[in-house]
């Protein structure tokens, strides 16, 4: 495979030469993938529910698959898989302090709403409870 420069070094050097259809729409994708999983209680999200379609050239991400929502029980969950660094608690927090990574805007750098995201209702929240709105933030940056 011969390598295509793109001016910086490769932190993955194993994957020079291999290209996406679209880098920032794969991180996006990837991205969302993580909040529906913590939304939806799946956490068993792992790397082998990731793949990608090949075509000798491109790499394209697959359908979503193996996603298994659960109830959860308890106060605290974990994802299978990191979220960012060392961190794998299924929050919307966690989410949010890793957009950046994604290419995605700093949580801080968007303006705080009270309004939900649903019918444009304003939340009900309760004393120490992240509002609902928080991991919806950044749905403007989609």
């Given at each position: 495979?011969?390598?295509?420069?793109?001016?910086?070094?490769?932190?993955?050097?194993?994957?020079?030469?291999?290209?996406?259809?679209?880098?920032?729409?794969?991180?996006?994708?990837?991205?969302?993938?993580?909040?529906?999983n913590?939304?939806?209680?799946?956490?068993?999200?792992?790397?082998?529910?990731?793949?990608?379609?090949?075509?000798?050239?491109?790499?394209?991400?697959?359908?979503?698959?193996?996603?298994?929502p659960?109830?959860?029980?308890?106060?605290?969950?974990?994802?299978?898989m990191?979220?960012?660094?060392?961190?794998?608690?299924?929050?919307?927090?966690?989410?949010l302090?890793?957009?950046?990574?994604?290419?995605l805007?700093?949580?801080?750098?968007k303006?705080?709403?009270?309004?939900s995201?649903?019918?444009?209702?304003?939340?009900?929240?309760?004393?120490?409870?992240?509002?609902?709105?928080?991991?919806?933030?950044?749905?403007?940056?989609?």
């Amino acid at each position: 495979m011969q390598q295509e420069s793109s001016g910086e070094s490769d932190p993955k050097p194993g994957l020079q030469g291999v290209r996406q259809t679209d880098p920032k729409q794969t991180l996006r994708e990837l991205y969302a993938r993580i909040v529906f999983n913590i939304l939806c209680g799946n956490t068993d999200d792992h790397a082998r529910n990731h793949a990608a379609f090949w075509d000798g050239r491109m790499l394209s991400l697959t359908p979503a698959y193996d996603i298994c929502p659960q109830g959860r029980t308890g106060n605290e969950a974990t994802q299978a898989m990191l979220i960012k660094g060392e961190n794998r608690m299924s929050t919307l927090h966690s989410c949010l302090a890793a957009a950046p990574a994604f290419l995605l805007p700093s949580p801080s750098s968007k303006t705080n709403s009270s309004r939900s995201p649903v019918h444009g209702t304003r939340s009900a929240s309760k004393p120490n409870c992240p509002r609902p709105t928080a991991g919806f933030l950044l749905a403007d940056s989609f």
